[in-house]
């Protein structure tokens, strides 16, 4: 079982940057995917960004592509999430999730049913 645990979410003014950080704990050796989801009232959850646990390789959502970058630290078990150049849109509850099974799908980072464990989320709001 994984557990994880956002941090870093905010109030930032339009154009500015936030850093968010999932720790991640309990069975990290079982961890193919992680990824980052966010929602905003009313809508559906977004993929945001995804990386394989080992190889290191990166998935955007097209509307953050250019802005937000994802990254891993292994010795640590965070991934991050570096978001620049944030716009009113980018508003809503961030969410961490991993993936503990083998990835069977091509866009399976990209599919919130394909996550075994969630993190609470963390709240991030841009102003115009």
């Known amino acids: 079982q994984v557990q994880l645990v956002e941090s870093g979410g905010g109030l930032v003014q339009a154009g500015g940057s936030l850093r968010l950080s999932c720790a991640v704990s309990g069975r990290t050796s079982s961890i193919y995917l992680m990824g980052w989801f966010r929602q905003a009232p009313g809508k559906e959850r977004e993929f945001v960004a995804a990386?394989?646990?080992?190889?290191?390789?990166?998935y955007y959502g097209d509307s953050v592509k250019g802005r937000f970058t994802i990254s891993r630290d292994g010795a640590k078990n965070t991934v991050a999430l570096q978001m620049n150049s944030l716009k009113p849109e980018d508003t809503a509850v961030y969410y961490c999730?991993?993936?503990?099974?083998?990835?069977?799908?091509?866009?399976?980072?990209?599919?919130?049913?394909?996550?075994?464990?969630w993190g609470p989320g963390t709240q991030v709001t841009v102003s115009s």
């Open positions: 999730a991993a993936r503990s099974r083998p990835v069977v799908y091509s866009d399976s980072y990209s599919r919130p049913s394909e996550y075994d464990s």
């Open positions: 990386i394989t646990w080992f190889g290191g390789s990166t």
